[in-house]
Nanobody, 131 residues
Framework: QVQLVESGGGSVQAGGSLRLSCAVS????????MAWFRQAPGKEREGVAS????????YFGDSVKGRFTISQDNAENMLYLQMASLKPEDTAMYYC????????????????????????WGQGTQVTVSS
């Protein structure tokens, strides 16, 4: 089992920045793929970003490319999402997720398809961007 706890959400004005954190505990060695997802009311869950255990293979959703970065600190069992140039349409509940896939490409693909395949999820942290 893997436990995930997100933090760092909040309210910010458009153009601002936030950094989300995800603390990973439990059987961390069972996961080689970490990702961030978001879901706004009335909308489908969207893959925001993912990172494979190699730290090099990443995925970013089209709507966040160039504005968000994903990183991990394996020594501290932490996952981060640095968000910049925030827009009102970034308002959503943000979730951290983890699982193990057979390749870095599958990690990115599953994330890009909304994460229906990730077994471990955090409780979410709310991000609200005002105009």
């Amino acid at each position: 089992q893997v436990q995930l706890v997100e933090s760092g959400g909040g309210s910010v004005q458009a153009g601002g920045s936030l950094r989300l954190s995800c603390a990973v505990s439990g059987n961390t060695y069972s996961s080689n793929c970490m990702a961030w997802f978001r879901q706004a009311p009335g909308k489908e869950r969207e893959g925001v970003a993912s990172i494979y255990i190699d730290g090099e293979t990443t995925y970013f959703g089209d709507s966040v490319k160039g504005r968000f970065t994903i990183s991990q600190d394996n020594a501290e069992n932490m996952l981060y999402l640095q968000m910049a140039s925030l827009k009102p349409e970034d308002t959503a509940m943000y979730y951290c997720a983890a699982d193990s896939f057979d390749s870095e490409l599958r990690c990115a693909m599953v994330a890009g398809l909304g994460g229906y395949g990730f077994h471990y999820w955090g409780q979410g942290t709310q991000v609200t961007v005002s105009s």
